[in-house]
């Protein structure tokens, strides 16, 4: 559950309520404490000059695919003026507040004067701000972090004017990617860094490796378990970076996107409380631990709709989601934040990336009692341009509970993951999924969507009806020495492409004339390339006598995933 601030708050009539920090949740408390209340008086300090935008777009005009920084703006002061009636001063810094006396101090970026401002209730939206290495060179002049407009536009300048041809990222989540991708769209030759053994550290490492796979395809190379020691610099240009191991990458452009921490210091200043994320703890009406003092967006924690625990998840959406809440509450309305997923998605050249809820990783290290599946089906018909798309999906064992899931493809992989989202959010257990009435056209899905297999690999596997084994299982089996029967059901033009080392070739077609060559005691794997006849060949086996009979999840095209990620 959120933190424990005061379960009512004092009662001080709101007469001027003062944001600090627009963008996506300063700007949505203003606009809905105007919906509620056309009394009220409502400034908003921002230091930035601009309001409003939209960050995850940032990289999207620096590859050129937006054409016009101003796409990413379209709601400047003046219309927040007329619309809401508020009082919007960019290039406003808001440098103290004292809360005994309700005033604040701000500095005019543009001129230096200062002055002080009073509230009776204030909105801490200040964000998160990027963290900087400390690393020689990380202040050179063609070294950028991507968090406004302004820096996306010099970003961009920088590589027209120097005309750049090389580039380093460092960093694989959400920013990381998008910058490679259009950085490689631009015709840079790009090289992503990452300082953990895998690219997008919010999935798992078997899904993070088909992101990593399909990076190299479109020629980033990359640079896992590495650090950045040091930029190396000229008078007035970057030249190329340092990896810990002794490596100097080439760059006429670095970015840094290590990631972000939540801007608390006028948080701290008036004595608000942080929650365990290292963000300002709220309750479930955005209020801090400090009595007319709210926090909305990077800076402000939320907590798990899982595990109720806190939880940090710094994204537009759920800033304007916290925005709206606490415009809402500070006027009397009765809005709360019931928590989040920490759903996101990203797109990484021809494949969609998303997820939802808990991974795999960090379900068992919370002490859940899981099954996984890994299913791989096409995300519409295959006569209409159907492609694959692989889910993974925990569910929890004993109440079946979706704990999350993560989603991979070419096609169809945010429909998906919205389904899931929302399936999670209200509770929703594996059985669940296949009841589902979902949308069904040729164009559109698959008679029995993605959606539906998924919830019936996982039910039948929670209920012991057909048991799975992932790819990881199996080895860390056979690593151990145990004695296992594994039966490769495919044709032999697809046993002869690969095939687990050891297995056995049956056909599905041959596999009930030649049962008299397995031993019905032995514990079996049946596999095929994606599952679904490696489950009829498991259902045959099962129904034969056999004791024990595993399907491997995803099937070969998994589990060789998992040897090359390994290799």
């Given at each position: 559950?959120?933190s424990?601030?005061?379960?009512?708050?004092?009662?001080?009539?709101?007469?001027?309520?003062?944001?600090?920090?627009?963008?996506?949740?300063?700007?949505?408390?203003?606009?809905?404490?105007?919906?509620?209340?056309?009394?009220?008086?409502?400034?908003?300090?921002?230091?930035?000059?601009?309001?409003?935008?939209?960050?995850?777009?940032?990289?999207?005009?620096?590859?050129?695919?937006?054409?016009?920084?101003?796409?990413?703006?379209?709601?400047?002061?003046?219309w927040?003026?007329?619309?809401?009636?508020?009082?919007?001063?960019?290039?406003?810094?808001?440098?103290?507040?004292?809360?005994p006396?309700?005033?604040?101090?701000?500095?005019?970026?543009?001129?230096?004067?200062?002055?002080?401002?009073?509230?009776?209730?204030?909105?801490?939206?200040?964000?998160?701000?990027?963290i900087?290495?400390?690393?020689?060179?990380?202040?050179?002049?063609?070294?950028?972090?991507?968090?406004?407009?302004?820096?996306?536009?010099?970003i961009?300048?920088?590589?027209?004017?120097?005309?750049?041809?090389?580039?380093?990222?460092?960093?694989?989540?959400?920013?990381?990617?998008?910058?490679?991708?259009q950085?490689?769209?631009?015709?840079?030759?790009?090289?992503?860094?990452?300082?953990?053994?895998?690219?997008?550290?919010?999935?798992?490492?078997?899904?993070?490796?088909?992101?990593?796979?399909?990076?190299?395809?479109?020629?980033v190379?990359?640079?896992?378990?590495r650090?950045?020691?040091?930029?190396?610099?000229?008078?007035?240009?970057?030249?190329?970076?340092?990896?810990?191991?002794?490596?100097?990458?080439?760059?006429?452009?670095?970015?840094?996107?290590?990631?972000?921490?939540?801007?608390?210091?006028?948080?701290?200043q008036?004595?608000?409380?942080?929650?365990?994320?290292?963000?300002?703890?709220v309750?479930?009406t955005?209020?801090?631990?400090?009595?007319?003092?709210?926090?909305?967006?990077?800076?402000?924690?939320?907590?798990?709709?899982?595990?109720?625990?806190?939880?940090?998840?710094?994204l537009?959406?759920?800033?304007?989601?916290?925005?709206?809440?606490?415009?809402?509450?500070?006027?009397?309305?009765?809005?709360?934040?019931?928590?989040?997923?920490?759903?996101?998605?990203?797109?990484?050249?021809?494949?969609?990336?998303?997820?939802?809820?808990?991974?795999?990783?960090?379900?068992?290290?919370?002490?859940?009692?899981?099954?996984?599946?890994?299913?791989?089906?096409?995300?519409?018909?295959?006569?209409?341009g159907?492609?694959?798309?692989?889910?993974?999906?925990?569910?929890?064992?004993?109440?079946?509970?979706?704990?999350?899931?993560?989603?991979?493809?070419?096609?169809?992989?945010?429909?998906?993951?919205?389904?899931?989202?929302?399936?999670?959010?209200?509770?929703?257990k594996?059985?669940?999924?296949?009841?589902?009435?979902?949308?069904?056209?040729?164009?559109?899905?698959?008679?029995?969507?993605?959606?539906?297999?998924?919830?019936?690999?996982?039910?039948?596997?929670?209920?012991?009806?057909?048991?799975?084994?992932?790819?990881?299982?199996?080895?860390?089996?056979?690593?151990?020495?145990?004695?296992?029967?594994?039966?490769?059901?495919?044709?032999?033009?697809?046993?002869a492409?690969?095939?687990?080392?050891?297995?056995?070739?049956?056909?599905?077609?041959?596999?009930?004339?030649?049962?008299?060559?397995?031993?019905?005691?032995?514990?079996?794997?049946?596999?095929?390339?994606?599952?679904?006849?490696?489950?009829?060949?498991?259902?045959?086996?099962?129904?034969?006598?056999?004791?024990?009979?595993?399907?491997?999840?995803?099937?070969?095209?998994?589990?060789?995933?998992?040897?090359?990620?390994?290799?």
């Amino acid at each position: 559950m959120p933190s424990t601030a005061p379960s009512q708050p004092a009662i001080h009539p709101v007469r001027r309520l003062v944001i600090i920090g627009a963008v996506a949740a300063g700007t949505s408390v203003g606009a809905k404490a105007r919906r509620n209340d056309e009394q009220l008086e409502i400034v908003v300090y921002d230091r930035d000059r601009d309001i409003s935008y939209s960050g995850c777009g940032l990289p999207y005009y620096v590859g050129g695919q937006v054409a016009d920084a101003d796409e990413l703006h379209p709601r400047d002061p003046a219309w927040f003026a007329k619309r809401y009636n508020m009082n919007i001063r960019t290039g406003h810094e808001v440098v103290s507040v004292d809360h005994p006396t309700r005033t604040i101090r701000v500095v005019d970026l543009a001129t230096g004067t200062e002055f002080t401002d009073t509230y009776d209730t204030l909105v801490l939206a200040t964000g998160a701000r990027s963290i900087l290495p400390p690393i020689p060179g990380v202040d050179a002049p063609g070294v950028f972090t991507v968090r406004n407009v302004q820096n996306a536009e010099a970003i961009r300048a920088w590589i027209l004017t120097r005309r750049a041809k090389t580039a380093v990222v460092v960093g694989s989540g959400f920013i990381g990617l998008e910058m490679a991708e259009q950085l490689t769209e631009a015709g840079l030759q790009v090289t992503l860094v990452e300082r953990l053994p895998q690219v997008m550290p919010a999935l798992d490492p078997d899904m993070a490796f088909r992101v990593q796979e399909e990076l190299v395809r479109r020629h980033v190379t990359v640079h896992l378990a590495r650090s950045v020691t040091a930029v190396d610099t000229t008078a007035d240009s970057v030249t190329g970076v340092q990896l810990d191991n002794g490596d100097t990458l080439p760059a006429d452009v670095v970015i840094l996107s290590v990631g972000v921490r939540p801007d608390t210091t006028l948080a701290l200043q008036v004595g608000a409380e942080l929650g365990p994320t290292g963000a300002i703890k709220v309750d479930h009406t955005l209020r801090t631990t400090v009595d007319d003092i709210y926090a909305v967006g990077d800076v402000a924690e939320s907590y798990s709709l899982i595990t109720g625990n806190p939880i940090w998840r710094p994204l537009g959406s759920t800033a304007n989601k916290m925005g709206r809440i606490a415009g809402d509450a500070i006027t009397g309305g009765t809005l709360t934040h019931r928590g989040i997923l920490g759903t996101g998605i990203v797109r990484v050249f021809e494949m969609g990336v998303g997820h939802t809820g808990l991974t795999e990783t960090e379900a068992r290290a919370q002490g859940f009692d899981i099954q996984v599946v890994h299913n791989i089906k096409p995300a519409h018909a295959t006569y209409v341009g159907g492609r694959d798309l692989i889910i993974k999906a925990i569910a929890e064992r004993g109440t079946g509970r979706l704990l999350g899931a993560q989603a991979i493809g070419p096609q169809g992989v945010d429909k998906r993951i919205d389904v899931l989202a929302t399936a999670i959010s209200f509770g929703a257990k594996a059985e669940d999924l296949f009841h589902l009435d979902l949308a069904y056209s040729p164009p559109f899905a698959t008679t029995k969507d993605p959606i539906h297999y998924t919830g019936m690999a996982l039910d039948n596997a929670l209920t012991g009806k057909a048991p799975l084994i992932t790819p990881e299982d199996l080895d860390a089996r056979l690593e151990a020495g145990d004695t296992l029967q594994i039966v490769d059901v495919r044709s032999g033009r697809d046993y002869a492409k690969s095939h687990i080392e050891g297995a056995i070739h049956i056909p599905l077609a041959n596999l009930r004339d030649r049962i008299g060559e397995l031993d019905p005691g032995t514990p079996t794997v049946t596999y095929c390339n994606k599952g679904v006849s490696g489950n009829a060949g498991q259902n045959i086996l099962l129904r034969l006598g056999f004791g024990t009979v595993y399907n491997l999840s995803g099937g070969n095209n998994n589990y060789q995933a998992r040897q090359r990620s390994t290799a």
